[in-house]
Structures are given as C-alpha cells and as structure tokens.
C-alpha cells in the first residue's frame, strides 16, 4: 500500500504560481511512475505530468508543457509540481497517484493504483 496527501493548492490570480506537494508514505520502494492528475466540475479526470522515481524521465500533457514543472525529493517521497503562468482553464482538483507496476509513464488515469485525496487550485480571471 501507498499513502499519497496532496497540499499546496490554493487560489490564484491568472499569470500566477503555485506549488503542489505530495508527500508519499508506506510501500514507497516499490512506486515506479508518480503523476499528477486534475479533474474540472463536469469533466474527466485528465492527465497533467508523470515522473519516473528513479532517473529523470518526464512526461506532460501539451496544455502544461512549458509552464509546468514535475519533480521529485526522493529522500523525502515527495513529488512536487511547480505551476507557473496559470490560467483559469487550470482550475481543477489536483490529484497525485502512483504506479507501483509499470515504468512507463502512462496518461491513463485507471494505470495508477494509488491516489491521493485532492487539492483544489482555482485560477481567477
């Protein structure tokens, strides 16, 4: 089992930044891919980025890609994502998950065993 606890999430005015953080607990040794996830009201759950937690391999979605940075301190299993020139089209709940079965970096929600419980991030217009 893996605990995931999303924080950081917050209000924001667009062009604005934030920082998510994700602290990682119990069969940590065992995670091979983290991502982030956001789901809007009405919409479904749609992927943002995914990191390997061992190398550097990254992965994003196009609507993030150059605004968003994805990372992790393995040290302290947690995952991090850096969220700069936000706009309001981010406003979503912002989930962690982990993959403790692949090391392929999958944008598929269902691929991801272990989830966190959310963070809301509103990006006011």
């Known amino acids: 089992q893996v605990q995931l606890v999303e924080s950081g999430g917050g209000l924001v005015q667009t062009g604005g930044s934030l920082i998510l953080s994700c602290a990682a607990s119990?069969?940590?040794?065992?995670?091979?891919?983290m991502g982030w996830f956001r789901q809007a009201p009405g919409k479904a759950r749609e992927f943002v980025a995914a990191?390997?937690?061992?190398?550097?391999?990254?992965r994003y979605s196009d609507s993030v890609k150059g605004r968003f940075t994805i990372s992790r301190d393995n040290a302290k299993n947690t995952l991090f994502l850096q969220m700069n020139s936000l706009k309001p089209e981010d406003t979503a709940v912002y989930f962690c998950?982990?993959?403790?079965?692949?090391?392929?970096?999958?944008?598929?929600?269902?691929?991801?065993?272990?989830w966190g419980q959310g963070t809301q991030v509103t990006v006011n217009s």
């Open positions: 998950a982990a993959d403790t079965k692949r090391t392929i970096m999958l944008r598929t929600a269902p691929t991801y065993e272990y």
């Open positions: 119990g069969r940590t040794s065992s995670t091979y891919v």
């Open positions: 990191i390997r937690w061992i190398g550097d391999t990254t």
